[in-house]
Every structure is written in C-alpha cells, then in structure tokens.
C-alpha cells in the first residue's frame, strides 16, 4: 500500500500564496504519478494537477494553470502544489493521490487512482 500525507492547508487571504506538500511513504516503488485534487463543499472533487513520478510530465488543470504549479522533489518522495493569487472558489479540501499501477501517462479521471490522503483544508477569505 501507498501512504499519502498532505499538509501546508490553512486560512489565506484573497490574493494570497500556499504550498501544499504531499509526502508519500510505503510501497512506492512503481507509482505511476501523483495528483492534486479538490473537493469544495456541495461540488464534486476535481483534478487539479498530477505529476508523473519522474517529475517530467506534468498536468494541471486549465481553470487554475496560470495560478497553480506542481513539482515534485527527486530525493524525497514529495511532490507540491503551489497555489499562488489565490482566489475565494479555491476554498476546497484539496487530497493527494497515486495513479494506479499500469498507467505511464498521467490519468485526469478520479477513478484512474487509488489511495488517497486524507486531504488539507485550504480557504480563502476576502
């Protein structure tokens, strides 16, 4: 099993920055890519971004891909998501997940991962 730790949520003010940071532990030898998702009270939970394990292919969402960046950090097993100008709709829990295995291209869809962290509160003020 992979484990999934995110962090770096927290209470921002409109325009503000975060990073998340998701630390993965366990068996992660063979992880595909990673992603970013968010979830926002009474919505459905949405990609945000995904990086292949290698770090060289990335996706990140066209309705945040002026604002958002993902990277990942090649001595650790941690990949981030930087959420710049940050905007009241980005108030959502935003979750970490492992693509399943089999895939070498990264997989926009919820049902192409499977393990999930337990995600970190990010809300934004006015």
């Known amino acids: 099993q992979v484990q999934l730790e995110e962090s770096g949520g927290g209470l921002v003010q409109h325009g503000g920055s975060l990073r998340l940071s998701c630390a993965a532990s366990?068996?992660?030898?063979?992880?595909?890519?990673l992603g970013w998702f968010r979830q926002a009270p009474g919505k459905e939970r949405e990609i945000v971004a995904a990086i292949t394990w290698s770090g060289e292919t990335q996706f990140v969402a066209a309705s945040v891909r002026d604002r958002f960046t993902i990277s990942r950090d090649n001595n650790k097993n941690v990949v981030y998501l930087q959420l710049n100008s940050l905007k009241q709709e980005d108030t959502a829990v935003y979750y970490c997940?492992?693509?399943?295995?089999?895939?070498?291209?990264?997989?926009?869809?919820?049902?192409?991962?499977?393990?999930w962290g337990p995600g970190t509160q990010v809300t934004v003020s006015s």
């Open positions: 997940a492992s693509q399943k295995r089999g895939n070498y291209t990264i997989v926009t869809v919820l049902a192409g991962y499977e393990y």
């Open positions: 366990g068996r992660t030898v063979g992880i595909s890519a």
